[in-house]
């Protein structure tokens, strides 16, 4: 028997690609919960360990990683009250697409003064 | 008097242009993998996909196969995945594609090939069988109709237009993940008689989509939503059942 063959990718949309993006944050936030939850846990080693491990947080690179990380937890947490608002609201359902594009609205709204803050704190000093 | 065979005026007015058609093509008896093949065929501003399936398999390659009954968007034969999304190729006309790349036509997504754009339904229609599509009631039967109200009637209004034409539950990326999942059209023919104030297996068929592989399989992704040639709101209905089975309320 043929395998169902891949073919094209399928071209869905605004709610398809938010489930994509919903499905990518979230694993993104739960690894990232994953290194925090072991990393906190150095304290109970013993604190001078903890305190190393988390200087070498303190670069660019991990700066923009934090970027990324609110970003992904903005997202994840709006489009999450979408979600929510489509099973549970009566006319959810046909109100998705304004619904996601407010997700979208409200992480620009959000992420603007965050980045410029942030980045400044990362690059400044 | 005679009638006299009216000249196609029509076609000479309508414009004509050239379409490339990209099929996703297998044959099972000599094919190991499906391949893409191409076909550029003149076509009418008034042609749907199917006629320039039609022409492909008339003209150029007879052994082309595809499913096709009434060729108005009323039996659902002919749901296919043309430029990446699930349509009936009979309600698709050519001139609201961008024809200057070609057309890429699929069988749909989460089903097994049989051949070039037939797929194997049989999974498909057994879970239509499954949440029991038909009228249940208790008691005699009554001398005459059963009777309902414009506003009950209404409840269940949207489900009623299903052709079963899977091209709902063939764009859902659960169902092509999970072959088990119920899928958009069976919550689709459930609705239809869930909500459906004269039957009374609203209870016998809430307890079959509350499932493992019921309506919470459902993630909201709107794919069937947007996929349904009959513009049925497929999520919502999926919604529907959700919330009866929440709040016990039908
Ligand atoms: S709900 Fe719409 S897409 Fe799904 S089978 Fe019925 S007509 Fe086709
Ligand atoms: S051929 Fe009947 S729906 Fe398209």
């Not at chain 2, 059209?185 to 909500?195: C, W």
């Not at chain 2, 104030?197 to 909201?220: F, H, K, M, P």
Request: hydrophobic residues 40%.
């Amino acid at each position: 028997m043929p395998k169902a063959p891949a073919g094209t990718l399928y071209r869905g949309r605004e709610g398809m690609w938010s489930w994509v993006a919903h499905r990518v944050t979230g694993v993104g936030i739960f690894f990232f919960l994953f290194a925090h939850i072991l990393d906190t846990a150095l304290v109970r080693v013993s604190p001078e360990a903890y305190n190393e491990v988390i200087a070498t947080y303190k670069n660019p690179i991990v700066g923009l990683m934090e970027v990324g990380l609110v970003g992904a937890v903005v997202f994840h947490a709006f489009n999450g009250l979408r979600i929510v608002l489509v099973d549970f609201w009566s006319k959810g359902p046909r109100y998705q697409r304004h619904m996601f594009v407010a997700v979208g609205v409200l992480w620009v709204v959000l992420m603007v003064p965050f980045v410029i803050r942030h980045l400044s704190h990362v690059f400044g000093g | 008097m005679t009638a006299v065979a009216e000249a196609p005026a029509a076609s000479s007015v309508v414009p004509s242009f050239q379409v490339t058609v990209r099929l996703r093509r297998f044959n099972p008896e000599s094919d190991t993998e499906p391949r893409w093949e191409d076909h550029t065929v003149t076509m009418h501003g008034t042609d749907r996909v199917l006629d320039a399936l039609h022409k492909i398999k008339w003209e150029i390659d007879g052994s082309l196969t595809f499913r096709r009954s009434c060729a108005h968007g009323i039996c659902g034969s002919d749901a296919m995945r043309i430029n990446g999304r699930n349509r009936l190729a009979c309600k698709t006309l050519l001139k609201d594609l961008p024809l200057d790349k070609p057309i890429t036509v699929e069988p749909i997504k989460g089903m097994t090939v049989l051949k070039d754009l037939v797929v194997d339904m049989d999974p498909f229609f057994e879970a239509y069988k499954s949440i029991m599509p038909f009228l249940i009631t208790s008691g005699n039967e009554p001398t005459r109709e059963r009777r309902q109200s414009p506003e009950e009637r209404a409840r269940y209004d949207d489900t009623t237009k299903c052709i079963m034409c899977a091209a709902c539950t063939s764009s859902c990326p659960i169902y092509w993940t999970d072959g088990q999942y119920f899928g958009p059209q069976a919550i689709v023919g459930a609705h239809r008689f869930i909500f459906d104030s004269r039957d009374e297996g609203a209870e016998q068929r809430l307890e079959i989509l509350n499932d493992r592989d019921g309506v919470w399989r459902c993630r909201t992704t709107f794919n069937c939503t947007d996929a349904c040639p009959r513009g049925i709101e497929v999520t919502k209905a999926i919604q529907e059942v959700k919330r009866a089975l929440l709040f016990r309320r039908v």
